[in-house]
């Protein structure tokens, strides 16, 4: 049996701060600000091509933890 994307993307954010009991995983005030910006949007793209999509930021408790410096390319 094979998830949807959005099953997928729900397991890996808010389904694993449910199972840890952590208020992060979603996106509202109070909780932490832990955000990733994708290069593409998952959705947009066939499931082919979700191999290439790649992380250009994130976002941890507010910091930018990481930033891709060739996001552009």
Known sequence: MALTLQAALA???SGSARVTRSTSGVLRP???ADV???STD???VPAAA???TRVDL???CGRVVF???DAGA
Request: some cysteine; aromatic content about 4%.
């Open 58 to 60: 994130t976002v941890v």
């Open 36 to 38: 990733a910006v994708l």
């Open 30 to 32: 109070g909780a932490p």
């Open 67 to 69: 930033e891709r410096t």
């Open 42 to 44: 998952p959705f947009g």
């Open 50 to 52: 979700l191999h290439a």
């Open 11 to 13: 397991a890996c954010t």
